[in-house]
């Protein structure tokens, strides 16, 4: 099996993507198809051994759709085919986008001057009905006679060439779309007006040879063309935020091979590889610094725009900029594993991704077109049927062809198809420029709704950099013997209160000894063998499993304000106790207060000692605090808020908070925690800052407005449009749409959607 995602060509509308869909869910060997108009892409998962990409794009080429497969170049190639196909395939698409909005553009140009004239002549005409203008003279009348059906002939078959196309696609295969409705009504339009110039002395005793619609075939192509070129071009702009992701990435690297400086593609450098930085150069992997120093722009990761120092044994990230000396670095990820790609990937497929919101807009649009082929015939039908009887047949035939126009031309779905993924677009967009990076769709809706914030302590409320503050020895040892012991138990393991002691010993040159059949105690500690005694490192539960003595009273002194004991002990006595400080985070209290703000309820769920999390949380504002809970426990805690109908965002950055994020209805990971949290999260925050969990919030808010106000656009046009269109109104005020007008509404309300949207990107969160 693989999952791809592809760019396709020749979409015109919403009605175009369901088109798609069906064509390739029916297809043998697919399993699943996604096709999303806003990015103009499908995500195929298929069956290898059965069809490829090239039989998947035969398959929907009679259609007028192409499917194409980016092909990466010798700068891309470090970056998964795969994972990556839509963004690899951004600069290739983009160079044809350009060229098509060249040619788009270069039509509407040509075709405005005979829209002008055509409008000029049907206000005259609008004029001496009104008897405001003296009737044009004959000599006149009889030029412009002439010149408009040489006029709509150019814009029918140049300028209106993909709706040409979408009527016979049509008549040829069944398959309807909006080129479809703007095909036949323009045509008929045309091909009428075309009968009556060529015979318009045996048809002038029967009907009106003098009402032709070449006039609203020219306005109304033009109009419509018109309105897809600005939408076209308002489209390439809601990419932006990829593109500028892409814009970070290092095209070569200067990589140590035999002892010589060589400069290779990035997609040449490996695991394990001496990269080389000097100044003003991008860093092209992940790595970790073996010699020199500097200052490094890393706004990539931390958001600061100062640049900061970075020495030997410091972590460096794709992207970021060496601002002044030169220093070397060891690889440790590369291609699609480093940090700028995974945020590029992240964002890709959340921009193509669908939110529940838009099912039924997709499930209109897949009935919406055929609907509307019926009941513009059905118009034509009535008013010939009815009409006739009260205005005449020439009256009634003149009429019912112009409701049979207007409703093809104003039912357009465009805007519909718009409506949720521009504004998922520039949504998650948005996002990424502010640091909050967004895994789909389902969950920037979903974030929207969460009214209860459950947040881990340790590095997501709190720095995640520890120190130890307070040393209480307790045994006959000296305070370097137990700081050794606990170190040496410390050193393989991966919690932040661990760092604290290894930084001390460390600092104070205190040696570190082997650790021997080590293990982590769940929720309480660790064990090991350490010089051929058996120790113990943990918090006052595991002493209590031991029944040791214990001086509560002075531990809850240190713990009362913030601080958290560590116990060195033996399964006979208590060593010493040691305590470690994690000042929180400067913007944790605007971020909780913002949370308030919103009306969310913040908890704190915890593995730490109850009075440290609760000086913690009084000093960040917390609402509730749920201390001591194991790390299986985390997930049961998540379930029983929801099982009392809260809906849960949870905070975390470590592997113990993976089952609980996963479990939340919005799981957020810190990005300077684990991988394991962050590719279990919904959303990560980069730079671990906590306010921008605010900000993705409001984010959410903010899309979900947009959105529900593009889709009310998008149906109140064709839910107040269609009917006046199909001449609800003519027996009470005399008032029938022109197509003319149907074509301004229906161009406008594409741009109107797609404007709406980019507004987002204004709006500061």
């Keep these: 099996m693989k999952t791809a995602t592809y760019n396709i060509k020749g979409m015109h509308c919403a009605s175009c993507a369901g088109i798609i869909e069906k064509t390739f869910k029916k297809t043998d060997g697919v399993t699943s198809a996604e096709v999303n108009y806003g990015t103009e892409t499908a995500k195929v998962s298929f069956d290898e051994s059965k069809i490829n990409a090239h039989h998947l794009s035969k398959k929907i080429e009679p259609l007028g759709y192409s499917l194409?497969?980016?092909?990466?170049?010798?700068?891309?190639?470090?970056?998964?085919?795969?994972?990556?196909?839509?963004?690899?395939?951004?600069?290739?698409?983009?160079k044809e986008k350009l060229d098509e909005l060249?040619?788009?553009?270069?039509?509407?140009?040509?075709?405005?001057?005979?829209?002008?004239?055509?409008?000029?002549?049907?206000?005259?005409?609008?004029?001496?009905?009104?008897?405001?203008?003296?009737?044009?003279?004959?000599?006149?009348?009889?030029?412009?006679?002439?010149?408009?059906?040489?006029?709509?002939?150019?814009?029918?078959?140049?300028?209106?060439?993909?709706?040409?196309?979408?009527f016979v696609r049509f008549l040829r295969y069944g398959k309807a779309?909006?080129?479809?409705?703007?095909?036949?009504?323009?045509?008929?339009?045309?091909?009428?007006?075309?009968?009556?110039?060529?015979?318009?002395?045996?048809?002038?005793?029967?009907?009106?040879?003098?009402?032709?619609?070449?006039?609203?075939?020219?306005?109304?192509?033009?109009?419509?063309?018109?309105?897809?070129?600005?939408?076209?071009?308002?489209?390439?702009?809601?990419?932006?935020?990829?593109?500028?992701?892409?814009?970070?990435?290092?095209?070569?690297?200067?990589?140590?091979?035999?002892?010589?400086?060589?400069?290779?593609?990035?997609?040449?450098?490996?695991?394990?590889?001496?990269?080389?930085?000097?100044?003003?150069?991008?860093?092209?992997?992940?790595?970790?610094?073996?010699?020199?120093?500097?200052?490094?722009?890393?706004?990539?990761?931390?958001?600061?725009?100062?640049?900061?120092?970075?020495?030997?044994?410091?972590?460096?990230?794709?992207?970021?900029?060496?601002?002044?000396?030169?220093?070397t670095f060891r690889t440790t990820k590369v291609g699609s594993e480093t940090f700028l790609a995974h945020i590029i990937k992240m964002v890709t497929e959340a921009q193509g991704s669908k939110a529940p919101i838009q099912a039924l807009a997709d499930k209109i649009s897949g009935v919406f077109v055929p609907i509307v082929l019926v009941l513009s015939f059905v118009t034509l039908g009535l008013w010939l049927l009815i009409g006739t009887e009260y205005l005449g047949f020439a009256k009634a035939l003149s009429l019912g062809l112009t409701s049979f126009v207007g409703i093809l031309v104003i039912a357009c779905p465009c805007a519909l198809?718009?409506?949720?993924?521009?504004?998922?677009?520039?949504?998650?967009?948005?996002?990424?420029?502010?640091?909050?990076?967004?895994?789909?769709?389902?969950?920037?809706?979903?974030?929207?709704?969460?009214?209860?914030?459950?947040?881990?302590?340790t590095g997501t409320l709190t720095r995640g950099k520890p120190e130890l503050v307070e040393i209480k020895n307790l045994s006959q040892k000296s305070e370097r013997d137990i700081v050794s012991i606990l170190a040496s138990l410390e050193n393989k393991s991966e919690h932040p209160l661990a760092h604290a002691i290894l930084d001390?010993?460390?600092e104070k040159s205190i040696p570190i000894l082997p650790a021997e059949q080590f293990e982590i105690l769940k929720g309480k500690g660790l064990r090991g063998i350490v010089g051929g005694t058996e120790y113990f490192a943990g918090n006052i539960k595991l002493a209590t499993d031991f029944s040791l003595p214990i001086d509560r009273a002075s531990i809850e002194v240190s713990t009362k304000q913030g601080k958290t004991p560590i116990l060195l002990m033996t399964k006979k006595e208590i060593l010493g106790v040691f305590m470690v400080f994690d000042a929180i985070k400067p913007e944790t209290v605007e971020a909780v207060k913002g949370l308030r703000k919103l009306g969310i309820q913040t908890i704190m769920l915890t593995g730490d000692d109850k009075n440290t999390a609760e000086a913690i949380a009084k000093e960040a504002g917390i609402d509730t605090v749920l201390a001591e809970v194991l790390p299986d426990a985390k997930l049961q805690k998540i379930l029983e808020l929801q099982q009392s109908g809260k809906i849960v965002a949870m905070a975390g950055d470590g592997v113990n908070d993976a089952p609980a994020l996963a479990q939340a209805d919005v799981g957020i990971a810190m990005a300077t925690g684990t991988d394991v949290a962050i590719e279990t999260a919904g959303?990560?925050?980069?730079?671990?800052?906590?306010?921008?969990?605010?900000?993705?919030?409001?984010?959410?808010?903010?899309?979900?407005?947009?959105?529900?106000q593009n889709l009310f656009w998008a149906f109140i046009y064709n839910l107040v449009g269609i009917p006046i269109a199909a001449g609800i109104l003519y027996p009470f005020f005399g008032v029938l749409l022109s197509p003319v007008f149907a074509g301004m509404a229906m161009a406008f309300s594409s741009v109107s959607v797609v404007g709406n949207s980019l507004r987002l990107k204004a709006i500061k969160l």
């Design 68 to 94: 194409s497969e980016p092909k990466l170049s010798a700068e891309d190639m470090h970056m998964s085919a795969d994972e990556h196909a839509a963004h690899l395939g951004l600069n290739q698409s983009k």
């Design 102 to 166: 060249k040619d788009m553009r270069t039509k509407v140009l040509s075709a405005i001057p005979l829209t002008i004239i055509s409008i000029f002549i049907m206000g005259w005409d609008a004029l001496v009905q009104f008897k405001y203008v003296a009737p044009q003279s004959l000599t006149v009348s009889e030029f412009f006679h002439h010149l408009l059906p040489l006029m709509a002939t150019y814009v029918l078959f140049v300028v209106g060439k993909p709706y040409l196309l979408g």
């Design 177 to 327: 779309n909006m080129d479809t409705l703007i095909g036949i009504g323009t045509s008929v339009a045309y091909l009428y007006s075309f009968i009556l110039t060529a015979f318009e002395e045996p048809l002038r005793p029967f009907i009106n040879v003098s009402q032709t619609y070449y006039d609203v075939t020219i306005v109304v192509i033009t109009f419509i063309a018109l309105g897809k070129y600005l939408e076209a071009k308002s489209k390439l702009r809601t990419g932006e935020a990829i593109e500028k992701l892409l814009n970070l990435q290092a095209k070569t690297g200067l990589v140590l091979r035999d002892g010589k400086e060589v400069e290779v593609p990035v997609a040449e450098i490996t695991h394990g590889d001496v990269v080389i930085v000097k100044p003003g150069a991008r860093i092209p992997v992940d790595g970790i610094i073996l010699e020199g120093e500097s200052f490094i722009d890393e706004a990539l990761v931390t958001g600061e725009p100062m640049p900061t120092k970075k020495r030997a044994g410091d972590t460096v990230v794709a992207g970021m900029i060496n601002t002044t000396g030169s220093f």
């Design 417 to 457: 198809g718009l409506a949720t993924p521009t504004a998922i677009i520039v949504g998650v967009g948005k996002g990424a420029r502010e640091g909050i990076l967004i895994k789909d769709a389902a969950t920037l809706q979903k974030l929207h709704t969460v009214d209860t914030v459950v947040v881990d302590k």
């Design 504 to 506: 001390y010993a460390k």
């Design 683 to 708: 959303i990560t925050l980069l730079h671990g800052d906590i306010s921008k969990l605010v900000k993705a919030i409001r984010l959410s808010k903010l899309t979900m407005r947009g959105i529900k």
